[in-house]
């Protein structure tokens, strides 16, 4: 049973760090392609980074490069995004989706196989 479980939002000032867990099981890393979406109210889900099954090589929307970070623990099925200098503008749910491919679409395919049920990080003084 394919699963994908997101973890680590909460809420935090502006300039603080998070870091957010996707765990997944039922299928494995080393064939699909892990993206981080977000969605603010009112607003289109869009790709904020992804990385490649493939070879862990990795894409950022320019909004969050230089600040965002993503990685994977093949082992532990496990990828993370570390989310430094956060601002308001940061604030969304955050998603966690599974596209089976051996490189990433820029970051990352809206119709993606698999997602998660999000979690929310508010960005807030």
């Known amino acids: 049973q394919v699963q994908i479980v997101e973890s680590g939002g909460g809420l935090v000032q502006p300039g603080e760090s998070l870091r957010l867990s996707c765990v997944v099981s039922?299928?494995?890393?080393?064939?699909?392609?892990i993206a981080w979406f977000r969605q603010a109210p009112g607003k289109e889900r869009e790709g904020v980074s992804c990385?490649?099954?493939?070879?862990?090589?990795?894409n950022y929307a320019d909004s969050v490069k230089g600040r965002f970070t993503i990685s994977r623990d093949t082992a532990k099925n496990t990828v993370y995004l570390q989310m430094n200098s956060l601002k308001p503008e940061d604030t969304a749910v955050y998603y966690c989706?599974?596209?089976?491919?051996?490189?990433?679409?820029?970051?990352?395919?809206?119709?993606?196989?698999?997602w998660g049920q999000g979690t929310q990080v508010t960005v807030s003084s």
């Open positions: 039922g299928f494995t890393l080393d064939w699909y392609n």
């Open positions: 990385i490649s099954s493939s070879d862990g090589s990795t």
């Open positions: 989706a599974a596209d089976r491919g051996a490189y990433c679409s820029g970051t990352g395919n809206i119709w993606s196989d698999y």
